[in-house]
Nanobody, 125 residues
Framework: QVQVVESGGGLVQAGGSLRLSCTAS????????MGWFRQAPGNEREGVSYIYWNGGTTYYADSVKGRFTISRDNAKSTLYLQMNSLKPEDTAMYYC??????????????????WGQGTQVTVSS
């Protein structure tokens, strides 16, 4: 079966960096657009960043643009999110998502997305 597993979260001070990783198994990784979402307590889930199948196109939410970088290694079936200049408002559970449809991924269309279990990122001030 399909498994999507995130890692790399943790506690960091404001201004620091973290690198999240997401490995996917049970699917052909290169056939999936990938993305990162996050959800803080009391907030709705929001899309953070997305990347095309071949990595040629990326999208970033305005709140992370210039600070976060998404990348993928199809040979390793792994997605990354490099997070720099972290702010307390970046504190959230971060989820990895895989979808064969770019537009369904951007919409966070649950029934068409494989989700990971999440990794917690906490940024202290």
């Amino acid at each position: 079966q399909v498994q999507v597993v995130e890692s790399g979260g943790g506690l960091v001070q404001a201004g620091g960096s973290l690198r999240l990783s997401c490995t996917a198994s049970g699917l052909t990784f290169a056939d999936y657009a990938m993305g990162w979402f996050r959800q803080a307590p009391g907030n709705e889930r929001e899309g953070v960043s997305y990347i095309y199948w071949n990595g040629g196109t990326t999208y970033y939410a305005d709140s992370v643009k210039g600070r976060f970088t998404i990348s993928r290694d199809n040979a390793k079936s792994t997605l990354y999110l490099q997070m720099n200049s972290l702010k307390p408002e970046d504190t959230a559970m971060y989820y990895c998502a895989a979808a064969t449809s770019w537009w369904r991924l951007l919409r966070g269309d649950d029934q068409y997305i494989y989700w990971g279990q999440g990794t917690q990122v906490t940024v202290s001030s």
